[in-house]
Nanobody, 118 residues
Framework: QVQLVESGGGLVQPGGSLNLSCAAS????????MGWYRQAPGKQRELVAS??????NYPDFVKGRFSISRNNAMNTAYLQMNSLKSEDTAVYYC?????????????WGQGTQVTVSA
């Protein structure tokens, strides 16, 4: 069994910064990719950042503001969020794609709330 545990969410003013962490634990052979998604009330879950084999991927609406990093030895991913806007308010979920034999399995964290408000 694999668990992803996020931390670092909270309340921040517009223009502020937050750093999210995601730690994977359990029976891990190889983590193929890690990423962060978010879901605001009434909206679909969307990708905000991912990192696969060292290559980072961001949608346009966070480029230049968000940065993902990964510590492979610790099975941990981080999301540095700068210049936060009210529209960044959402529950942020950590995602990991693990290789298990010949299969790739998706795992999700429980989510952490990020609220950007004055």
């Amino acid at each position: 069994q694999v668990q992803l545990v996020e931390s670092g969410g909270g309340l921040v003013q517009p223009g502020g910064s937050l750093n999210l962490s995601c730690a994977a634990s359990g029976s891990i052979f190889h983590i193929y990719s890690m990423g962060w998604y978010r879901q605001a009330p009434g909206k679909q879950r969307e990708l905000v950042a991912s990192i696969t084999n060292g290559k980072e991927n961001y949608p346009d609406f966070v480029k230049g503001r968000f940065s993902i990093s990964r510590n492979n030895a610790m099975n941990t991913a981080y999301l540095q969020m700068n210049s936060l806007k009210s529209e960044d308010t959402a529950v942020y979920y950590c995602h990991a794609e693990l290789q298990e034999g010949r299969r790739y399995i998706d795992y999700w964290g429980q989510g952490t709330q990020v609220t950007v408000s004055a």
